[in-house]
């Protein structure tokens, strides 16, 4: 079946540093979301990317889709305290009428002041 | 509005108990998910509905998990009998209908399950 893989699991970084979070898929996506997930709270969607080789910006967050529409990625520039918390990218394949969304695993991001 | 709006938010329950999840999406939504999220295995799909009818259930472990959607406003999701393996946060979310758009799904809370 379909397969989302997020790398990393984990990254700590200094306030002030940048982070980048990858998202790679086994099958074409027709669009890609992103979500944030606070420590004990539930996801929350950040964006949806559709188009191949389309970038978006919010603020200090960039999100990338693929020109394969395979692989994503979201930059976040100047880490602050308030970024903490998961992020998950989810992926729906490409072409079929199923509109469930595939979950990766997450990258946990840890901000130190 | 009050968003996705799940019940109980904790339960803990003795192995072989009957467990029901309650969920109730936003107004106007036409799909509903459940997921299940632990740390080994992230944030997986268990089902989900389109217009109060199942569409693809095949996240779901085994026959001890049923899920139901009686009307646009409710759905439950119930394992039994429950077993320690079961123990996850349970999230549903609830979204309008892809050709609107974006799909956003919005999360409820969750059910922390912990099965004794």
């Known amino acids: 079946g379909q397969q989302v893989m997020q790398i990393p699991q984990y990254q700590h970084v200094q306030e002030g540093e940048d982070f980048t979070t990858y998202c790679n898929s086994s099958t074409t996506l027709s669009n890609i979301q992103w979500y944030k997930q606070r420590p004990g709270g539930h996801p929350v969607f950040l964006i949806q990317?559709?188009?191949?080789?389309e970038v978006k910006k919010q603020k200090r967050l960039t999100f990338q889709f693929g020109e394969a529409k395979k692989n994503s990625s979201l930059h976040i520039t100047a880490t602050q305290t308030t970024d903490v918390g998961t992020y998950f990218c989810?992926?729906?394949?490409?072409?079929?009428?199923?509109?469930?969304?595939?979950f990766g695993k997450g990258t946990l991001l840890t901000v130190n002041p | 509005d009050a968003g996705v709006i799940q019940s109980p938010r904790h339960e803990v329950t003795e192995m072989g108990q009957e467990v029901t999840l309650r969920c109730k999406p936003i107004s106007g939504h036409d799909y509903l998910f459940w997921y299940r999220q632990t740390m080994m295995r992230g944030l997986e799909l268990l089902i989900y509905?389109?217009?109060?009818?199942?569409?693809?259930d095949s996240g779901m472990p085994e026959d001890r998990f049923s899920a139901k959607m009686p009307n646009a406003s409710f759905s439950t999701l119930k394992i039994q009998p429950s077993e320690p393996r079961d123990s996850a946060v349970y999230f549903c979310a609830s979204s309008f209908d892809p050709h609107r758009g974006t799909y956003e799904q919005y999360f409820g809370p969750g059910t922390r399950l912990t099965v004794t």
């Open positions: 509905f389109n217009n109060n009818v199942p569409i693809d």
């Open positions: 990317l559709v188009k191949s080789g």
């Open positions: 989810a992926g729906r394949i490409s072409g079929g009428s199923n509109y469930k969304l595939t």
